[in-house]
């Protein structure tokens, strides 16, 4: 049976250094914010950010499967996107997903199925 964690209310990871990570599938359908350069959000499953959802990444997500963005209007924020699977990971979505950084560390590679926004650096590592 496959569990899924839903985001339905208001998630801060504001304590320094901290690390949340989901060994299943999420689903943001309320107000995610990651606070600080030492924080990280860490999904082993597939990451939905829903159109009803609100995410500011100022820290650092990490994914390990697909990325679906459907949040209009998506702030970028500080943070860093990592997609470092060992499976071809997908972005999709009906909207594009703005980071302001980007680390690819992905051998089997990474299929673009929308817009994905990077203001500052993307950095391939694999």
Known sequence: MKRILNIAAVFVLALSGKTLSAQIDVNNTGIVYINSTTDTFS??????NTGSAALTNNGIIQLT??????????????????????????VSGSQKFSTNNLITSNASGITLNNDLSVSAVHTYAS
């Open 43 to 48: 999904v082993s499953g597939i990451f939905r």
């Open 65 to 90: 499967r697909d990325l679906v963005n459907d949040q209009a209007s998506m702030a970028t924020g500080s943070g860093t996107l990592i997609l470092n699977g060992s499976t071809t990971q997908i």
